[in-house]
């Protein structure tokens, strides 16, 4: 039956998509990062506040650019919130495809 023999390969490629997302970040350990690390300032919908910016539903590659701004000091944050020193590259692909995942906040017109 030709239906069987499609099943492992839908199988194979459901695994590989899963392990795409993974090299790319993984948005449950970015979760758990966050909600210690960042939803202190950034809120836990990472909509920010008054003084901290939108984080939410920013696109992962720019995130990940201004994290890495931010830990080579070629982006200056006045008041030294943005504490990213101690995050490996891991956990900025992990924060950021977290972040990718939550709604972003409404565009001003
Ligand atoms: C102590 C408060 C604080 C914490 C904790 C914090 N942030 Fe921030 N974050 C800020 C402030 C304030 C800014 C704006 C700084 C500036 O002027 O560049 C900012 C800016 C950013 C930006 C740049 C946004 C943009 O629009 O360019 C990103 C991305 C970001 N934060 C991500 C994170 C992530 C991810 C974490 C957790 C690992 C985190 N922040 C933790 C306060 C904080």
């Known amino acids: 039956m030709l239906i069987m023999k499609l099943i492992p390969v839908v199988v194979v490629i459901f695994f590989f998509q899963v392990s795409a997302v993974q090299a790319e970040g993984d948005p449950v350990r970015g979760k758990v990062l966050a909600e210690t ?3 202190d ?7 920010g506040d008054y003084d901290r910016p939108p984080i939410a539903g ?12 931010y830990k080579t000091g070629k982006r200056k944050d006045e008041n030294e919130d943005m504490v990213v020193d101690d995050l490996s590259e891991q ?19």
């Open 37 to 39: 690390d960042c939803a």
């Open 41 to 47: 300032c950034h809120g836990d919908d990472g909509l």
């Open 58 to 69: 920013m696109d992962p590659k720019t995130h990940i650019k201004e994290l890495m701004n």
């Open 91 to 109: 956990d900025m692909a992990d924060v950021a495809a977290y972040y990718a995942s939550l709604p972003p906040p409404p565009q001003k017109e």
